[in-house]
């Protein structure tokens, strides 16, 4: 058989061959992947295995660190600051899900709405979310300041206007500034999440007579059902690691009552020069979110992605 006859054999072969089509044709190679891997392996992953090794050992910062076991997880689980801080850690978390869930939700439907005005009262309205946590909590510091402040002005309803003054104050002062820096993000995702509702769903249950609020409940939330497991996880992860509001607004105090564990991490490593302690409090803060965060998802079902568009 000649070269000729083998060539075009081939060529015959090539043509015959059916083309790939659809997504698998187009999924780009793993190289596409490595500049993001590499970048999340430097910057992430190696951050908290050194995290991880430093918690075993003692270092102020200055020397070289020595190992010393369990000593800082012994010192954590007996000290009555770390102890109270993780509750209170705790009861931010859950007083911001509380607090800003129903309120983003509705600010989210409203916005995604067409009534009028909207847009300009929107924007207003989101601009929080432009500020970082730091300008925020120097902000409310000078309006919350019981000297010069508005507590100042009012001490008919707060008494000498030091809102910090107290556990209870402070900690509603902290849900607070933290409900209205955040909930314009988290309305921002029920925003997006009610304008992809079809609305032919809206349709048939206004020809069945159901008005406004059957709609909402029967309809919108549970079509916002996967966006709501988000908002919520980015809620907790974010309850958990508050610490530019604390640092500002209340420095822990008074006293400790408003150290949470991230605070605590802080006053730990930078003030008190024991990053070992600060390194165990740290992974413990990632852990305990991470393990939070797998609950929320796998006890609601997020995982599987079930679809809330019409018909499936």
Do not use: C
Not at 232 to 239: A, D, E, I, P, T
Not at 277 to 290: F, P, Q, R
């Amino acid at each position: 058989m000649s070269a000729t006859s083998l060539v075009s054999g081939y060529g015959r072969r090539l043509r015959a061959r059916p083309r790939r089509t659809g997504v698998g044709a187009t999924r780009p190679g793993l190289a596409w992947a490595l500049p993001a891997t590499v970048f999340f392996l430097v910057f992430a992953v190696l951050p908290l295995v050194l995290v991880a090794v430093l918690s075993f050992t003692s270092w102020n910062g200055v020397d070289a660190p020595r190992f010393n076991g369990f000593a800082n997880w012994t010192k954590l689980l007996h000290d009555p600051v770390m102890t109270q801080s993780v509750g209170l850690t705790l009861v931010l978390t859950v007083a911001g899900v509380v607090v800003q869930t129903p309120v983003s939700i509705l600010l989210g439907v409203w916005a995604a709405g067409r009534q009028r005005n909207r847009a300009v009262l929107s924007a207003i309205f989101f601009v929080p979310l432009l500020l970082s946590a730091t300008a925020v909590s120097v902000v409310w510091r000078a309006i919350l300041d019981p000297n010069f402040g508005v507590p100042s002005q009012l001490e008919w309803l707060v008494g000498d206007g030091n809102l910090m003054g107290s556990q209870g104050s402070a900690v509603a002062v902290l849900t607070f500034v933290g409900l209205w820096q955040w909930t314009p993000m988290h309305a921002l995702l029920y925003q997006g999440g009610a304008r992809a509702i079809p609305q032919v769903l809206y349709q048939a249950a206004a020809i069945d007579g159901a008005g406004k609020v059957r709609q909402f409940v029967h309809i919108t939330l549970p079509q916002l059902r996967n966006t709501v497991i988000t908002s919520v996880v980015l809620m907790l992860v974010g309850g958990l690691t508050t610490f530019d509001t604390v640092l500002i607004l209340t420095q822990g105090g008074p006293g400790t009552d408003t150290t949470n564990s991230a605070y605590y991490m802080y006053q730990q490593a930078f003030k008190s020069f024991d990053f070992g302690a600060g390194s165990a409090i740290a992974l413990v803060l990632v852990v305990v979110a991470t393990l939070i965060s797998l609950a929320v998802v796998r006890l609601s079902g997020y995982d599987r992605m079930r679809s809330t568009t019409e018909g499936l």
